[in-house]
């Protein structure tokens, strides 16, 4: 009996890669497929699956919170985060908020089907590198990096104004209000100790929190 894989991903080269990759074993099948958080939601409420591969960039419902959405209604069901976004940014929250393991669309291309079939057993995937990056998370002293003590939310805003995003795009984007969002940014500021988004952009990529090549 074959793993049947939902994949969750706005790009169609993604999903149609992943698709062609799964088709040539014998235990695994790409048997759904999800270009936005709510049409994953709605897959994801539809059946059951052996598991979720998720991007956590997309339209609509993405990131850490929509891991807890899925995690929501199906508590079981395994959850492989497959991001182009570098470990450092999300790799520990995603696994706090249940996904089973994450891995970077720029690791080698071997270590993906064993990912997949790892996660798809009930097992988790840990690179060396989210198995560090979890160490020190978990060691006393963790959180002299200030940047820890962000919420989720916080840390979505954080990544989206150093990358040049506008706090009006930002805010229709998780339909919030701009005054939400501004909120958010005050509370940033003041958690990071910073003054202004300059130290924020310095901040960002002296920590690694922004892929400046995506």
Same mark, same amino acid.
């Given at each position: 009996?074959?793993?049947?894989?939902?994949?969750?991903?706005?790009?169609?080269?993604?999903?149609?890669?992943?698709?062609?990759?799964?088709?040539?074993?014998?235990?695994?099948?790409?048997?759904?497929?999800?270009?936005?958080?709510?049409?994953?939601?709605?897959?994801?409420?539809?059946?059951?699956? %052996?598991?979720?591969? =998720?991007?956590?960039?997309?339209?609509?419902? *993405? &990131?850490?919170?929509? $891991?807890?959405?899925?995690? /929501? !209604?199906?508590?079981?069901?395994?959850?492989?985060?497959?991001?182009?976004?570098?470990?450092?940014?999300?790799?520990?929250?995603?696994?706090?908020?249940?996904?089973?393991?994450?891995?970077?669309?720029?690791?080698? %291309?071997?270590?993906? =089907?064993?990912?997949?079939?790892?996660?798809? *057993? &009930?097992?988790?995937? $840990?690179?060396?590198?989210? /198995? !560090?990056?979890?160490?020190?998370?978990?060691?006393?002293?963790?959180?002299?990096?200030?940047?820890?003590?962000?919420?989720?939310?916080?840390?979505?805003?954080?990544?989206?104004?150093?990358?040049?995003?506008?706090?009006?795009?930002?805010?229709?984007?998780?339909?919030?209000?701009?005054?939400?969002?501004?909120?958010?940014?005050?509370?940033?500021?003041?958690?990071?100790?910073?003054?202004?988004?300059?130290?924020?952009?310095?901040?960002?990529?002296?920590?690694?929190?922004?892929?400046?090549?995506?």
């Amino acid at each position: 009996m074959k793993h049947e894989v939902l994949v969750v991903d706005d790009h169609a080269i993604i999903r149609d890669g992943l698709r062609k990759i799964l088709a040539e074993t014998e235990d695994l099948i790409v048997a759904g497929e999800a270009s936005s958080g709510n049409q994953a939601l709605e897959k994801v409420r539809e059946r059951d699956w %052996s598991m979720v591969v =998720l991007d956590l960039s997309m339209p609509g419902r *993405s &990131g850490i919170e929509l $891991i807890k959405l899925i995690k /929501a !209604e199906r508590p079981k069901l395994p959850i492989l985060i497959f991001s182009m976004h570098p470990e450092e940014q999300y790799a520990v929250r995603a696994i706090r908020a249940g996904a089973s393991g994450y891995l970077s669309k720029e690791e080698d %291309s071997d270590h993906f =089907l064993p990912a997949i079939r790892r996660v798809a *057993s &009930g097992g988790m995937f $840990i690179s060396p590198k989210v /198995a !560090e990056l979890l160490a020190a998370d978990a060691s006393p002293g963790a959180n002299t990096h200030l940047h820890n003590n962000l919420s989720n939310r916080e840390h979505e805003v954080l990544v989206r104004i150093v990358k040049g995003i506008s706090l009006t795009d930002i805010a229709d984007e998780f339909s919030l209000s701009i005054k939400t969002i501004s909120t958010h940014k005050t509370h940033i500021l003041f958690k990071l100790g910073l003054s202004n988004q300059a130290d924020l952009i310095r901040y960002a990529i002296e920590h690694k929190l922004l892929d400046l090549d995506k």
